[in-house]
């Protein structure tokens, strides 16, 4: 009897056996289908990255309410069908534009020295193909968004890959910007770009203990809005057309805000969207900000919209 209860719980016991076996190559396919899709999804992502020209998205027109309360005046306005990056510019498509035109960014010709981090070595300030702390960014992270780079810098990308293309490339307007941001006519109404959630959309990263250049988060890699596009609530802050002023309402078809503050270099142009270092509050679609259109920084990049002909 003792016989033939032994021979049970064995067999009990291999049955077992192979069904855990069972489970785990099961897992593991399961797994291994992830990591594939993960690593080609990536793969798409760096190669897109790279390419000559930034990937579109189609934003269909349409009227939408411009602006919040904190931007008065709130505003009727109509767009006419647009194309916008799918993600922020890139170092890798900035460089093929600065290795066929030998272009200098402001960065590029300044060349100032200071003193990096209370360090004696002295270095020049950083431009679009350095880290701030002068380190020269690697092939591998040419996924990243380009930053450095003044809105003077960034139209002369666009007329260059306009003339390349022969089709009309730009800055997006501050209307266009905001329209996308908001979904076009997918909108969902999200609290932030792309989703109620901030985490989904904004790295939310502390500035407390981090160099300013340390962004190494390449794009697409935070939740896109309705629309399918990336990083516009914290990737970094985008140039746009507009020059910076109180919102014009008698501009309400394909608006674009002309009147300029300042002089030459110093003309203020419109900012929009957060970036790796920024607070919720930067995450919404309405936020504006602005700087001197030769200015550049750590945090500033762009990208480009294609109007159809």
């Excluded at 109509?78 to 030998?102: C, M, P």
């Excluded at 078809?253 to 930067?282: E, F, M």
Aim: charged fraction near 25%.
């Amino acid at each position: 009897m003792l016989f033939f209860i032994l021979i049970l719980i064995q067999s009990i016991a291999f049955i077992k056996q192979k069904n855990d076996d069972s489970k785990t190559v099961c897992n593991k396919q399961i797994y291994a289908t992830i990591n594939n899709d993960t690593t080609k999804a990536k793969k798409e992502k760096q190669k897109e990255a790279f390419a000559l020209y930034p990937e579109l998205i189609e934003v269909a027109g349409g009227i939408f309410m411009m602006g919040d309360s904190s931007n008065q005046p709130i505003h009727k306005v109509e767009l006419s069908s647009f194309y916008i990056g799918k993600y922020e510019v890139t170092v890798g498509q900035f460089k093929q534009f600065i290795d066929e035109t030998h272009y200098r960014t402001r960065a590029d010709k300044e060349q100032v020295g200071y003193t990096n981090g209370g360090d004696a070595t002295r270095c020049v300030v950083p431009n679009w193909q350095q880290f701030e702390n002068c380190d020269t960014i690697p092939p591998s992270l040419y996924c990243l968004p380009v930053v450095k780079v003044s809105y003077l810098d960034a139209l002369a990308y666009c007329i260059w890959l306009s003339k390349k293309s022969g089709k009309k490339y730009t800055l997006p307007s501050e209307a266009q910007w905001e329209y996308a941001a908001r979904g076009g006519q997918k909108s969902k109404n999200f609290k932030y770009i792309g989703s109620n959630n901030a985490q989904e959309v904004m790295e939310l990263k502390t500035y407390i203990g981090l160099s300013p250049g340390e962004n190494k988060t390449c794009v697409g890699q935070m939740l896109p809005n309705e629309l399918g596009v990336y990083n516009m609530a914290g990737g970094v802050r985008e140039w746009c057309l507009d020059a910076e002023q109180e919102y014009d309402i008698k501009l309400n078809k394909n608006p674009v805000q002309a009147k300029l503050y300042g002089k030459g270099v110093d003309a203020i142009r419109v900012i929009r969207g957060g970036c790796y270092l920024s607070s919720t509050k930067y995450g919404i679609a309405s936020f504006r900000d602005s700087g001197p259109q030769d200015a550049y920084n750590e945090t500033i990049g762009f990208r480009v919209v294609m109007i159809p002909e």
